[in-house]
Structure formats: C-alpha cells, structure tokens
C-alpha cells in the first residue's frame, strides 16, 4: 500500500510546525520576563528626581482617582481624571494610615478631607 503525497506533504510539515510552536513558547517567555523586569524597575528611583510616593488611592468613578500622595515631603491629596490632576487638600501633618494589610485603609481624617474635598457632609 503506498502513502499519498498528501500524507508525505503534511509529514514533512511537522518539524516546521513544531519549530514553530517552540519559537512562539520563546517569544512569549521574554514578553513575559521582559514584563516582569519592567515592574519591578519601576519602583526603582531614578537620580535626580523627587521622591514621590502614593500612599493610598480610591476609585470615585470609572476613570476617577483620589490619591494620597507624598511628594518632596509634602503630602497631598489629588483627584486624577482623564487630562486631569487636581490638588484637593495639603496637609500641615503627615496623615496616619493605620496598618494590617498591604493596600492600608487611611485614618479618618483622611477620610474628611476626602468628604470635605467632594462637598458631603462630615457630620453623617
């Protein structure tokens, strides 16, 4: 019984297929690690800029942020919208944040100014 050409045809594809499969697993581990280092080098602090820090941040809306920020020994709190940054309150004190998990819920002044920055009313 003899093979057709198509089967000898698709047999000979296969080192090319799996050169190919082996290629694209490659590119996509350095996308991966390429991914990975630049995560980690951007919490690296770069000589001659500030020192600049994000202490707490909360989501207000579907392209709006609040942050807590430190920046050359100030802390701010900013709103961030698309195009937009906007400082909302400066602080004479450094805000306390109180501690037990990673992303640290801040204290309740923080939580006024934020109430007071937004026009509620702190007294609810």
């Known amino acids: 019984m003899a093979a057709s050409p198509e089967l000898h045809s698709a047999v000979a594809e296969l080192p090319s297929l799996g050169q190919t499969v082996l290629s694209l697993i490659v590119v996509l581990g350095v996308i991966f690690a390429l991914a990975a280092l630049l995560k980690r080098l951007q919490g690296v602090k770069r000589g001659g800029t500030a020192d600049l820090r994000i202490h707490a941040g909360l989501q207000v809306g579907p392209k709006e942020r609040v942050l807590l920020i430190e920046a050359g020994g100030a802390h701010l709190l900013v709103g961030v919208a698309p195009g937009q940054i ?30 007071r920055a937004l026009g509620q009313d702190t007294q609810s």
């Open 86 to 115: 906007r400082t909302l309150h400066v602080y004479d004190e450094p805000p306390t944040l109180e501690s037990g998990s990673s992303k640290a819920p801040v204290s309740s002044a923080f939580t006024e100014a934020l109430k």
